[in-house]
Structure formats: structure tokens, C-alpha cells
């Protein structure tokens, strides 16, 4: 089983910018296509960025332009950097497989507030 720990989250000001770190446990990690979502309280948990294994990205539109996401020189770490934030994209940050398979890590709060 795959053991995700989530780190980098914090409080920015809108327009500021953030970047977040994935890191795994075992050897399935760097064959997934991986990706970060994103949960704000009473809302569904959102897919916001994936990555495959030979580095292809996909974005939602709501960060196209803004996000970038990437692989470590360790195949175990993920990335996702964060510019121009606004105070909708205040949520918990996860990563996860691509559907989603497995299980949940704690994830990073992200908080965007003047």
C-alpha cells in the first residue's frame, strides 16, 4: 500500500503563491499517473492537476496558466507550485493517484486571506 505525506501548505495572501510537496512510500508511485486535488469545506473533493509517469501534465481550467505541477529527482516526490491565489482556492491539499486508489494521506491546508 502506498503511504502519501502531503507538506507546504500555509497562509498567502491572494496573489501569492505556494508550493506543495508530495512524497511516497513504495515503488508504485513513480509508474501512476499521479495528481493533486483539493477539498474546501462542503465541497467535493476536485482533481486540480495529474502528471503521467514520462512527465505529462494535465490542468482544470481553474489553474491553467497558474499551476505547474512536476516529478522530483526522487521518483517518489510530486510538486505542485501555486501562483496567484485567491481566496476560492482555500482548501485541503491531497495527492493521490489518478483515479484515486489510494488511501488518503493527512494533507496541507492551504489558506488564502488578506
Known amino acids: 500500500q502506498v503511504q502519501l505525506v502531503e507538506s507546504g501548505g500555509g497562509l498567502v495572501q491572494p496573489g501569492g503563491s505556494l508550493r506543495l510537496s508530495c512524497v511516497a512510500s513504495g515503488s508504485l508511485f513513480r509508474f501512476a499517473v499521479t495528481g493533486w486535488y483539493r477539498q474546501s469545506p462542503g465541497k467535493q473533493r476536485e482533481l486540480v492537476a495529474d502528471?503521467?509517469?514520462?512527465?505529462?501534465?494535465n490542468y482544470a481550467d481553474s489553474g491553467k496558466g497558474r499551476f505547474s505541477v512536476s516529478r522530483g529527482n526522487v521518483k517518489n516526490a510530486m510538486f505542485l507550485e501555486m501562483n496567484g491565489l485567491n481566496a476560492e482556492e482555500t482548501a485541503v491539499y491531497y495527492c493521490n493517484r489518478v483515479p484515486a486508489a489510494w488511501s488518503w494521506g493527512q494533507g496541507t491546508q492551504v489558506t488564502v486571506s488578506s
Open positions: 502528471i503521467t509517469s514520462d512527465g505529462i501534465t
